[in-house]
């Protein structure tokens, strides 16, 4: 697996182009076959679309053959080696990373690593740049073509961060490189298909935060919302981990599953929901809050659960019967985490039950606000909830 740079043969160590020129296959995409010289009798052939369906074929057709894969940059920074490592193993897979792009565009803007954050637009889903947005912050975003830089410049205006500066790099390390700059507000710049979007973040704050506990006002609800402080206690409960799947049953506004995706890029969430008006409404604020790869069921959640995949983490915010509760439980893998709420005393006695069972901790927690009495202030008390969480034993 070899990775090229914008210029691509030239830029290729010696070793690396006799590797290139000895092998009996070549794969690439069209853009990368075109910048490698022809080595008749070598066979060429093009990366399959859609890429995972068409790769297992292609990889059996040319096996046992001496194959040299071409990819973009570091083949295993969003590249097509994190995909052939994954199918054929690490120890099949001989990759040869080149400057990647991303290297390439902290060089061109001076940034260092620790102060940038590298954001895909996966599936080109622009929302997943809002979570990102920080005053001062460097964003490198591997746009998906030429038309992504227009695109994140109205998310950041959209979003109060008009006046950042936005630098498009096109053609990275090729003699025709470009460098485009303006403010977000002001961007009507062109891009090369091939570009990479860098933002100096300018913009207020507002009510982002890398901690859970959103203010209520973030997410768009009918009154159906686990409020802030409650909610900041039930993501600590979860615990959140990279990589991991959380189900979000009786999803609401679905703000448990929107904080649980912001923790980290690589987490994922399923929310179920079985009121129509409530799932639109997780979808738009899972769009609005940078969490667009919310998984969100119109469900009843027994109807659901079964077929769903094996969760890391499960919080019920309603619904919670003693089939959701047993069949959660019994779903969760070892090291699992369970959270519950209930503001009824028939949940309630329900959640006693498996605590009995299976441990874990009970709380009531009663949040009160002070509110204006008049020309005085006093205490209101918010509906109290009982939590139960539990961790089921690794044994
Ligand atoms: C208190 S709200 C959850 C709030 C949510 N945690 C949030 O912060 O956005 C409870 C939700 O559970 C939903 N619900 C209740 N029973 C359900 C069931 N059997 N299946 C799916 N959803 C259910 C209700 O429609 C309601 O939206």
Known sequence: MIGLTARGWSDLPERLQVMVQNADVLLGSPRHLGLIPPFPPQQRLPYPSPLREGLPTLLGEVSGRRVVALASGDPLLAGIGSTLVEMLGATAVRVHPAVSSVAFARARMGWSEESTQLVRLRGGDLDVVRRFLFPGRHLIILSR???????????????????SMVTVLGDLGADSESRTESAARTWKGHAPELNVICVACAGSSGAAS???????????????????????????????????????????????????????????????????????RIRSNAEALGAPSLEVLHSEAADVLASLPQPNAVFIGGGATVETLERSWSALQAGGRLVVHAVTQETEMIMVDCWKRYGGELSRLSVEHLEPIGRYHGWRPARAVVQWSAVKDVG
């Not at 073509?145 to 006046?163: C, F, K, M, R, W």
């Not at 990589?243 to 904080?259: P, R």
């Open 145 to 163: 073509d030429a038309h992504s830089p227009t695109a994140v410049a109205q998310v950041l205006i959209d979003e109060g961060y008009g006046d």
């Open 210 to 280: 890398l901690a859970a506990g959103l203010p209520d006002e973030a997410f768009d609800h009918d009154g159906q919302l686990t409020k802030r402080d409650l909610r900041a206690s039930a993501l600590a409960h979860l615990m959140p981990r990279p990589g991991e799947l959380l189900w979000d049953v009786g999803a609401g506004a679905g703000s448990i599953a929107i904080e649980w995706l912001r923790s980290h890029p690589g987490c994922r969430a399923v929310a179920i929901e079985h009121n129509l008006d409530r799932v639109k």
